[in-house]
């Protein structure tokens, strides 16, 4: 019987088998001690390493082995075990299907505040635009760079119809922009995203509105992928991309330096449906 979430019953069979084979401490230390391992290890050096008998490490892989975590090896009188490379990939995928980071999320962010309007970036938004960037440099979560880029470097950088920026009351508060990821044609359709809210109209909405725009200017102009890479520490960005339908994909972790201090991003991306 086909689930109605995305998740079929087999997968959900299967998925709960592996979980419940983990529900072991001992059990989890030891296929760890595996994964780890550089090579084979035999069942001697393995319960040595975690520090239990030969008779309980051996009863601890036969259960890992049934769930086809670990390979197992005859080699002589030895037992020779490795991890079996598939739920190197398998396992993790198992666990963001059942958390729901790949399943599809709709667009978009609702109750866009009617104070908000955007528009195309227009020459004079330059001074403002580099001003709001810098306020986002200076929290320290929001980017790698250190200073604002050059008005003509982001100018090259950024897609000329994909250039937004929020106003209040006329006044700017806000812009996005994207930028391919790579000059291969193959590529054509798959951009990296930036979204920055001037510090005084923080809270209010602003983000939601250009994203809003953002993403469906990308899915109206046939861009196909949207990427994100997202300090962790910056909760309210990630939240504001998952209510857009941005997916997270997984963390690099000490992608890049700040300030003389490795820095982890989450990776998240939104494709067009």
Known sequence: MAG????????????????????DPTRVTVLHAV?????????GVLA???????????????????????????????????????CCVGLPHAADVVMGALAARPCC????????????????????????????????????????PPRDTLDRKWLPDHRWVAEVDGEPVGWAALAPVSTRACYAGVVENSLYVAESARGRGVGKTLIHR??????EGGLWTIQAGIFPENKGSVALHRSAGFRTIGLRER???L???????????????
Not at 61 to 67: E, F, G, P
Not at 113 to 132: F, G, N, S
Not at 214 to 219: E, G, P
């Open 35 to 43: 994964a780890v391992a550089p090579r084979e290890v035999s069942v």
């Open 214 to 219: 953002q993403v469906t200017a990308a899915d």
């Open 109 to 148: 962010p609702a109750d866009l505040p009617a104070d908000v309007r955007v528009r195309p970036l227009r020459e004079d938004d330059w001074p403002v635009v580099r001003r709001i960037y810098a306020e986002g440099i200076a929290t320290g979560e929001a980017t790698f760079e250190t200073k604002v």
């Open 48 to 86: 040595t390493q975690v520090g239990i008998t030969q008779p309980t490490c051996s009863h601890h892989l036969r259960k890992l082995a049934d769930v086809g975590f670990v390979l197992l090896r005859k080699e002589g009188t030895q037992t020779l075990v490795s991890i079996n490379d598939a």
């Open 4 to 23: 109605t979430l995305g998740l079929d019953s087999e997968a959900a069979a299967t998925y709960a088998n592996w979980f419940a084979c983990l529900a």
């Open 259 to 273: 300030d003389g201090r490795w820095r982890d991003t989450v990776l998240m991306e939104r494709r067009a449906g």
């Open 255 to 257: 992608i890049a330096r």
